[in-house]
């Protein structure tokens, strides 16, 4: 039982195994900061206790050492975790229990937990970045990439996405090499082979997301291949000052990583915060690296939300988390989004030889987390929340503005949102802004809050509520104005805007093959259906099954049925004309109604739609499969129809086709006809 002045928090690092190079370090920084803030008189005016029991680098251990941290020892929160694989096994614990996970790394996205608050960069805020660098004429102006990975969950969806993202840049992303390899790989010669195939078709840099030990020859065979970092840079998306302690520098010097935090930034903060560490530590060479930010930000921002919300209870500190800022080490703020993600500064940094990284590159501007996820979205950051933010804003910025326009006088804070002169233009809106207060003298009469928008110095769109009073400034008549910083409310309300239109299409479409889902679909025939009697027209409908499916996936696993049922999909899309409304109803089946269509037409299209999926054929391995499907068509009356009634009988005419052989289009038997009055 916990003492009555002790607040416990759960640390999940490794000590031991594979993961202890990482991840110690990312223990001791936190043990490092409750030793801080106790010595400043504690959280609550508690102490924390920190327990932190060594996971092994086993994520099972991982799961059961979080639940008995929670359920045991009773801890107020959980920091930790390295491999995807190791937070999902503590993912379900964590929800169950309601507690919340602070996450440090990087990682592949795809998640999104309301009990979790990822510190790390999903792939918008690293693995595109460091390819934008990459593409850029700084950066080398490369088009050709080379990919590989170690074969577990991170890097496949990490180049999953960097694909999609070549693409739309208007690359050929599926002609680049890919390659995986497991964690303790060692023999190159075929990933050598490959990379002077690669090499010999033009300029090209490589994205590498091995980890393990392969990375460490990885980086020794291609120096000895006699590639080096001018001919064919790496660009490692986990590399570190860690990693670079163990590899040999002339290996890795002149390679590139890409980081919200390189241990070589000049920053003040950053020095001190270094210092502070090798005090602790009593170790001047021990490095800091980009997942300790993480893990420090995480625990600071967690103190922070405590001490504001008056209690550790789960429920009102996530509240308080939204909006939550904290200083970083290279400066500037960072920033709790309401999808559970920071913003971040991105910066690549080339490796030296004495295991540091120079910076050559910043993003120009903060980069604000995406999980790139279609799982739930986080939407409960409340009117409360923004008016936290906008106190957190004080002191007021204020001017003091002439009747002609002659700025008076400004608060230092006024600097921050126009630079150190006031632009003419900016002037003139603001007096536009103060010239519609009616004229009192010497009295102050409040106007309501007009709201400008503008630049500040560092190219950031602010939003800013306008106070505006008359007053008497040194004997002359003059404008009061004060300045509320709205900048985050409209950055969540512009956000929560994209999520609901995110949130609307996953309530309407198909997540595999990203046509209209069922429900949806019998919205959509419904409308169409009206529409159609009242204009007296005729209508279509088909039900669509691929043959044998189960037996596909079977035989050759679900990947590849999920493979058949985009490109069919895609097919039957290619086959119909945009107005047509097309439907996944589930598993392999898929409708599609044809409005202001005859019967004869359909059956037409339906068959059109048969021969193409016949033409269909999907690569596995060396051998190239193919498949049919079985269409039921049947007429629409939009007097006496119903989407379910013609889906029951298109379903009825399907069953008919797979009963008859398959790979055939059959017509439905006619609606019975409603008796007259």
């Not at 110690?24 to 900061?33: C, G, Q, Y």
């Not at 059961?64 to 020892?73: K, P, R």
């Not at 090798?278 to 300790?292: A, G, S």
Request: with cysteine.
């Amino acid at each position: 039982m916990a003492r009555p002045n002790t607040i416990k928090i759960g640390i999940l690092h490794s000590v031991s195994g594979p993961m202890a190079l990482n991840e110690t370090s990312l223990r001791d920084v936190i043990l490092m900061e409750v030793d801080r803030v106790n010595a400043e008189g504690g959280l609550l005016g508690k102490k924390i206790e920190a327990l932190a029991p060594d996971p092994q680098s086993d994520w099972m251990s991982y799961r059961d050492l979080a639940h008995s941290l929670i359920h045991d020892d009773g801890v107020a929160a959980l920091f930790g975790c390295w491999t995807s694989v190791s937070r999902k096994s503590v993912l379900p614990v964590i929800e169950e229990a309601d507690i919340l996970l602070f996450y440090p790394m990087q990682y592949e996205g795809e998640e999104q937990s309301r009990n979790v608050f990822y510190m790390g960069a999903p792939p918008n805020q690293q693995a595109i970045p460091a390819v934008e660098y990459l593409m850029s004429p700084e950066g080398g102006a490369f088009s050709r990439f080379f990919l590989i990975g170690t074969d577990f969950v991170y890097p496949h969806t990490t180049n999953a996405v960097l694909k999609s993202f070549l693409d739309a840049k208007g690359l050929r992303a599926a002609t680049f090499p890919e390659i995986y390899l497991p964690f303790d790989h060692t023999d190159w010669t075929l990933t050598l082979e490959s990379l002077r195939n690669f090499r010999a078709g033009g300029r090209g840099a490589v994205l590498s997301t091995l980890n393990g030990i392969s990375k460490q020859s990885f980086y020794r065979a291609v120096r000895q291949a006699g590639f080096s970092p001018s001919d064919l840079p790496i660009m490692d998306f986990s590399i570190s000052e860690a990693e670079l302690q163990v590899l040999d520098p002339a290996d890795v010097a002149g390679h590139f990583g890409c980081w919200g935090y390189f241990m070589s930034h000049p920053a003040p903060a950053n020095a001190a915060f270094i210092e502070t560490w090798h005090r602790y530590t009593k170790d001047p060479t021990r490095p800091v690296y980009d997942p300790m930010e993480g893990a420090l930000l995480g625990f600071r921002m967690w103190c922070k939300a405590v001490t504001e919300a008056g209690t550790v209870e789960t429920r009102t500190v996530r509240q308080f988390m939204y909006g939550q800022s904290i200083p970083t080490l290279t400066g500037g703020n960072t920033i709790m989004a309401v999808n559970h993600h920071v913003d971040m500064t991105l910066f690549v940094g080339r490796a030296r030889s004495d295991r540091q990284f120079d910076i050559v590159w910043q993003a120009p501007r903060r980069v604000f987390g995406d999980p790139w996820a279609a799982t739930q979205m986080i939407a409960d950051a409340t009117a409360t929340t923004a008016q936290r933010d906008l106190l957190d804003a004080l002191p007021t910025p204020l001017i003091v503005l002439g009747l002609d326009g002659t700025i008076r006088y400004r608060s230092v804070s006024t600097h921050e949102y126009f630079g150190a002169v006031i632009a003419p233009e900016q002037v003139s809106a603001l007096l536009d802004v103060a010239d519609h207060i009616p004229f009192q003298q010497f009295r102050s009469t409040e106007s309501t809050l007009p709201e400008i928008a503008l630049n500040d110095t560092t190219g950031r769109r602010r939003h800013l509520t306008v106070s505006a009073r008359r007053m008497s400034f040194a004997g002359e008549d003059a404008y009061l104005l004060s300045f509320g910083d709205v900048t985050h409310v409209r950055e969540v309300e512009a956000q929560l805007c994209l999520l609901n239109t995110e949130l609307h299409r996953l309530a309407t479409t198909d997540p595999l093959t990203g046509v209209t889902n069922r429900r949806e679909f019998l919205s959509l025939v419904q409308s169409e259906l009206r529409r159609m009697r009242r204009n007296r027209l005729p209508g279509a409908l088909f039900m669509l099954d691929l043959d044998h499916f189960k037996r596909l996936n079977d035989q050759y696993g679900h990947d590849i049925g999920d493979q058949a049922l985009v490109e069919a999909a895609r097919r039957v899309r290619q086959v119909l004309r945009s107005h047509d409304i097309f439907a996944r109803l589930g598993g392999e089946e898929f409708a599609c109604f044809l409005p202001e269509t005859p019967l004869e037409s359909a059956l037409q299209t339906a068959e059109r739609v048969r021969h193409s999926i016949a033409e269909l054929r999907l690569t596995v391995g060396l051998q190239s499969i193919g498949f049919t499907c079985s269409i039921g068509v049947t007429r629409v009356d939009p007097d006496g129809d119903s989407p379910e009634a013609a889906l029951k009988r298109a379903d009825e005419a399907l069953y008919v086709a797979k009963a008859s052989g398959r790979d055939r289009v059959i017509e439905a038997s006619p609606p019975v006809a409603t008796a007259g009055p």
